[in-house]
């Protein structure tokens, strides 16, 4: 299996996405740090160790990284995830366990020792711009980064034309780019809007596995409510899960290299990723952008997995 270390703000996508993980023999979680995004750093915390009780998996070790963006004010994203974090579900909080502190110190110590170790980063860029800051070459050998975040030809979820990871950190995002050794795998909302939880979705799962269904109807209820707000649609789009699947398995996602660059400035571009789709700078590439998905397999995967079904 691949040793992975889970980078998230969970969130409601993150923590579906972190079952994913779980649940999956192709990956050993080494880690969860968590970042301030949806909510802030130790919400986050909280909710990691929610879903690692859930899944019976409190031996992997939670660490706490930044409470705030590199240079500009931090937004959460509460109105989307609730003042929890978890849709206001009310899931009641682990207290046998902790979060350790210094999640930034976690990933130099583990890159240092098993230098080999993948990256899912599926919240704002903050923790892995501090270690790329303090030294890049840890990532040298890092077998793959891949990361939920910005959009290629989609639109925005936070302005016209910033998704709410790139958004939040800017920053963070920019210089992800910019020094990040390896090929970011972006796994963007051109990809991940076709991720739609649907209630029918839900009530399968409900159907085959009544805890695991309820708990996801639970956290998802606000997100659905939300999404039929702002978008009109009918369920809950669920990004972070679909970055995971790529992780497991690149066949599910089809893209192409580039050289991509994230705006930084505070203006109206803010959290832009500018993808270079027509080598006008003549930069070297520094990312494979994903710009299809093929839905039913992710959908398998995910049923399968999760929830345990044995032919979805
Ligand atoms: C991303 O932002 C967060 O709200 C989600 O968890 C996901 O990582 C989507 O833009
Ligand atoms: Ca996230």
């Known amino acids: 299996a691949r040793n992975v270390i889970i980078d998230c703000d969970p969130g409601i996508d993150d923590s579906l996405a972190i079952l994913l993980a779980l649940n999956s023999p192709e990956l050993n979680v080494v880690g969860i740090t968590t970042v301030c995004g949806n909510v802030p750093t130790h919400i986050g915390a909280e909710n990691a160790l929610k879903i690692l009780a859930l899944a019976d998996r409190l031996d992997i070790p939670v660490f706490m990284g930044e409470n705030r963006p590199l240079e500009v ?12 974090g978890l849709g206001n579900s009310q899931i009641p ?32 860029l903050t923790n892995i711009a501090q270690v790329l800051q303090r030294d890049a070459h840890l990532f040298d050998q890092v077998d793959r980064f891949v990361l939920m975040g910005g959009n290629y030809r989609s639109h925005g979820n936070c302005s016209p034309v910033a998704e709410y990871n790139f958004w939040c950190d800017p920053d963070a995002a920019k210089l992800t780019f910019d020094l990040m050794p390896v090929p970011i795998e972006m796994v963007g909302l051109d990809v991940t809007r ?13 159907a085959i596995n009544p805890e695991m269904g309820q708990f996801i109807a639970k956290i998802t209820r606000f997100y659905f409510d939300f999404h039929w707000e702002y978008e009109r649609v009918i369920g809950c789009v669920i990004n972070d899960p679909l970055a995971v699947a790529a992780m497991i398995d690149p066949e599910i996602l089809g893209g192409f290299d580039a050289y ?25 590439n520094n990312s494979h952008i994903m710009t299809d998905v093929d839905v039913n397999t992710f959908w398998r995967l995910f049923l399968s997995r999760v929830v345990g079904a044995t032919d979805p």
């Open 73 to 84: 004010a931090y937004t959460s994203a509460q109105d989307t995830h609730g003042d929890d």
């Open 93 to 124: 909080a682990v207290t046998k366990v902790h979060a350790a502190q210094d999640g930034v110190a976690f990933i130099e110590r583990t890159l240092t020792e098993e230098p080999t170790t993948s990256i899912l980063a599926l919240g704002p």
């Open 194 to 206: 076709k991720i739609v939880l649907t209630p029918s979705i839900l009530e399968y799962m409900r």
């Open 260 to 284: 991509t660059t994230v705006v930084a400035t505070d203006d109206v571009a803010r959290g832009q990723s500018i993808v270079d789709d027509h080598d006008f700078w003549h930069r070297a």
